[in-house]
């Protein structure tokens, strides 16, 4: 392992990093080569969970890393929950860092994994159970599953309801304890569904105020799309994700939330049919408001991702 910069603090021997990849080798192999060069993770402490199709775009570093391959893909769900018993297999491991594949289009501060650990050891008798730590979290509302971004004022940690994956660190009490993500929801808002059950069991979900801070302007619906755009396709070329959000949603309401969720669900859904750029995504929403009603869960042959990135400036 290659020493840290003068001045930094040292590598987390504790800590393991899962990246979740699928059909995007080139962003994956950057996020892994980010782990190594800027966070000075030992390839051995970086785990690739390939979703059945894809992997990193160097076959040097793949044959470096702790590479898993999944048959099918399971999804965010079922792919972050491979990672993690993955990670946590090895008993010295007391932190999965859970890092999608595009989160290095994203402006998070670097390096970040020893600092934000060294702060929640001296967290002290106020956070005595910690579960996970977010770069970026979401507060309910009290309209259903609607959600608003939390941007803390300090960089201090501030407990949040729920989180997309991102960069995520997950502490090795919660796997113990048997909360991993649910493979069933496959894909939207299983995220959220996570870190409901783990603050169901007593852990507390905090979000990292710096990183949070720092990508502020990255968490609205035009910031995340100006950060992804020559890289990905955003939502309104993958019409697909909206029937995952419709169908999931209400499945997070039955396990999460009251019966008025479901009443502010459907108005939601209303007014994003009305918005809809497509008639792929009213269908979209449409069969998922069906499929949620039915509880048909686990993914649908119809909806899934086609093109994972584009190629380098196209």
């Known amino acids: 392992m290659s020493l840290p910069p003068e001045g930094t603090l040292a590598p987390p021997a504790e800590v393991t990093a899962v990246v979740l990849t699928f059909r995007r080798p080139r962003l994956a192999g950057d996020v892994v080569r980010s782990l190594m060069a800027r966070e000075h993770l030992d390839p051995g402490q970086i785990v690739v969970v390939v979703n059945g199709e894809g992997g990193l775009d160097d076959p040097a570093l793949e044959d470096a890393v702790r590479m898993v391959r999944l048959e099918t893909n399971t999804g965010p769900a079922g792919?972050?929950?491979?990672?993690?018993?993955?990670?946590?297999?090895?008993?010295?491991?007391?932190?999965?860092y859970l890092c999608e594949d595009d989160i290095g289009l994203f402006d998070l501060p670097t390096?970040?994994?020893?600092?934000?650990?060294?702060?929640?050891?001296?967290?002290?008798?106020?956070?005595?159970?910690?579960?996970?730590?977010?770069?970026?979290?979401?507060?309910?509302?009290?309209?259903?599953?609607?959600?608003?971004n939390v941007v803390p004022a300090t960089a201090d940690f501030t407990p949040v309801d729920v989180a997309c994956w991102g960069a995520t660190l997950v502490a090795r009490e919660v796997v113990e304890a048997g909360v991993?993500?649910?493979?069933?929801?496959?894909?939207?808002?299983?995220?959220?569904?996570?870190?409901?059950?783990?603050?169901?069991a007593g852990w507390e979900v905090l979000v990292d105020g710096r990183a949070a801070r720092a990508v502020a302007g990255q968490q609205t619906n035009e910031g995340r799309q100006a950060a992804i755009a020559a890289d990905r396709p955003d939502d309104a070329a993958?019409?697909?994700?909206?029937?995952?959000?419709?169908?999931?949603s209400m499945e997070l309401a039955r396990r999460h939330g009251r019966p008025s969720w479901q009443a502010w669900h459907l108005a939601y859904s209303a007014r994003h049919l009305q918005a809809a750029r497509?008639?792929?995504?009213?269908?979209?929403?449409?069969?998922?408001?069906?499929?949620?009603?039915?509880?048909?869960?686990?993914?649908?042959?119809d909806y899934g991702r086609t093109t994972g990135e584009y190629e380098r400036g196209g």
Do not use: K
């Not at 946590?88 to 999965?96: G, H, K, L, V």
């Not at 939207?188 to 996570?194: I, L, Q, R, T």
């Open 79 to 96: 792919g972050f929950r491979a990672g993690l018993e993955a990670a946590f297999a090895d008993p010295t491991c007391r932190w999965a």
């Open 111 to 148: 390096p970040r994994l020893a600092e934000v650990l060294e702060r929640i050891g001296g967290l002290g008798p106020a956070h005595p159970a910690v579960g996970a730590v977010v770069a970026y979290g979401r507060a309910f509302v009290g309209r259903g599953a609607h959600t608003v």
């Open 180 to 200: 991993l993500p649910d493979p069933d929801l496959f894909f939207g808002v299983e995220d959220f569904d996570f870190f409901c059950a783990v603050r169901a």
């Open 238 to 248: 993958e019409a697909w994700r909206a029937y995952y959000h419709a169908r999931n």
């Open 278 to 301: 497509s008639a792929a995504e009213r269908r979209a929403i449409v069969h998922g408001l069906w499929d949620g009603a039915r509880r048909r869960l686990d993914r649908h042959p």
